[in-house]
C-alpha cells in the first residue's frame, strides 16, 4: 500500500479528536498544547482512552486534560528515572576501573586476551575511539597532546567518557568471572550474570530517558533477572509482568540503595504517583500490594 495522507493544520486535528469523542475542555489550550507537542508524540497517552482501537474511537467522557497530564507525569517519571541513572553509571564506572584496573592493570579494555568474545571487544574499543574523538573533556585532549602511545588513554579516563551501553557491554563480555562478581557484590547483588542482566536493561532506559521516549506503559525489550536471591532488601511478590516498568524501578531503588542509604528514590517515585492519581500504576506493571513491599516502604 502506498502512503498517500497529507500534512493537516492544528485545527483540523482537533477537530479529528472532537469527531472521535475526546472532550476538549479549553480548544485555545488544546491548540496551544498541539502546537508544541505534536499529535503522534500525545497518541501514545491517548490511547488508553480508545475504546475502538480501530477506528480510534474514544470512551465515553474522556478528556484531552487527562492525556496532558499522563504526558506530564511521563515526563517527570523520565527526569527522576534519568536523574537515578545518572548516579548508577557514574558508580558502575568508578568500580570497573578501581577492580579490573587493579588487576588487569590501566588498558585491560584493550586486551582480548580479557575478552569473552573478539566480536563485542572490537566494537567496544570502536565506541570508545569515537567516544574519545568526540569528547570536549580537557584531561582528555591533554593526554592526547601528552601521549602518543597506547592508542587509547588508561581506563580511568577513557571509561569517563564512554557511554552506559559500552559499559554494559565491556562488563559482560570481561571474562574474569570473579573480578566481576566482585564488583557485583560492591553493589549488594549476588552475581555478576544478575549485575549484567541488571545492566542491559538499565540501558535500554537509560536510552529511553536521553530519547524523550514513552516509559509510562511502555514496553521495555530487555528486562532484568528479578527471581535470584538478593543479598539486601528486595521485593517478595515476583508476579509481575516482566516487559514493563516496575521491575525496573525496583532494580534502581535497590541499586540506588547499595550506593546511598540516604536516598529518596522510593520516596520521590510515591510522591510522584500521590501527584498524578490519573496515572495507572498497572499500566507500568505494578503488583496490588507493592506499597507493603520492603523495598518500597
Known amino acids: 500500500m502506498i502512503y498517500t495522507k497529507q ?25 496551544d498544547v498541539l502546537g508544541h507537542i505534536s499529535y503522534f508524540r500525545l497518541a501514545g497517552y491517548w490511547r488508553p482512552l480508545e475504546q475502538d482501537k480501530q477506528r480510534h474511537i474514544f470512551k465515553p467522557n474522556s ?55 573478539s566480536g563485542i571487544h572490537a566494537f567496544c574499543l570502536n565506541n570508545l575511539k569515537q567516544e574519545l574523538s568526540r569528547s570536549s573533556d580537557e584531561f582528555i585532549k591533554e593526554h592526547f597532546r601528552k601521549y602518543s602511545s597506547p592508542s587509547f588513554p588508561p581506563v580511568w579516563k577513557t571509561l569517563e567518557v564512554a557511554s552506559i551501553g559500552t559499559l554494559s557491554k565491556l ?23 544478575c549485575m549484567g542482566s541488571w545492566l542491559r536493561s538499565l540501558t535500554v532506559v537509560r536510552n529511553a530517558c536521553a530519547h524523550h521516549a514513552r ?12 527471581s535470584v536471591k538478593m543479598r539486601g532488601t528486595w521485593i517478595n511478590g515476583l508476579q509481575f509482568p516482566q516487559d514493563k516498568l516496575y521491575p525496573q524501578l525496583c532494580c534502581i531503588a535497590y541499586w540506588l540503595n547499595s550506593i546511598d542509604a540516604n536516598n529518596h528514590f522510593t520516596s520521590d517515585v510515591k510522591a510522584l504517583l500521590t501527584k498524578y492519581p490519573m496515572a495507572d ?17
Not at 171 to 193: C, G, M, S, T, W
Not at 215 to 226: E, G, K, R, Y
Open 7 to 31: 500534512a493537516i493544520t492544528l485545527a483540523d486535528q482537533i477537530n479529528i479528536l472532537k469527531q472521535r469523542g475526546l472532550i476538549l475542555d479549553d480548544e485555545d489550550e488544546t491548540l
Open 171 to 193: 562488563y559482560n563480555n570481561l571474562n574474569d568471572f570473579k573480578v566481576r562478581k566482585r564488583i557485583a557484590h560492591d553493589f549488594n547483588l549476588p552475581e555478576h550474570q
Open 215 to 226: 516509559l509510562w506503559n511502555a514496553h521495555i525489550s530487555i528486562t532484568p533477572q528479578t
Open 281 to 297: 500504576v498497572r499500566a507500568m506493571g505494578f503488583t496490588t500490594n507493592w506499597k507493603a513491599e520492603p523495598l518500597w516502604k
Open 63 to 117: 478528556h484531552f486534560s487527562t492525556v496532558v497530564s499522563l504526558y506530564r507525569f511521563d515526563t517527570e517519571l523520565r527526569m527522576l528515572i534519568f536523574s537515578a541513572i545518572q548516579q548508577i553509571e557514574i558508580a558502575v564506572r568508578t568500580k570497573m576501573i578501581q577492580h579490573v584496573a587493579l588487576k588487569h592493570g590501566p588498558f585491560w579494555f584493550m586486551d582480548t586476551v580479557l575478552a569473552s568474545n
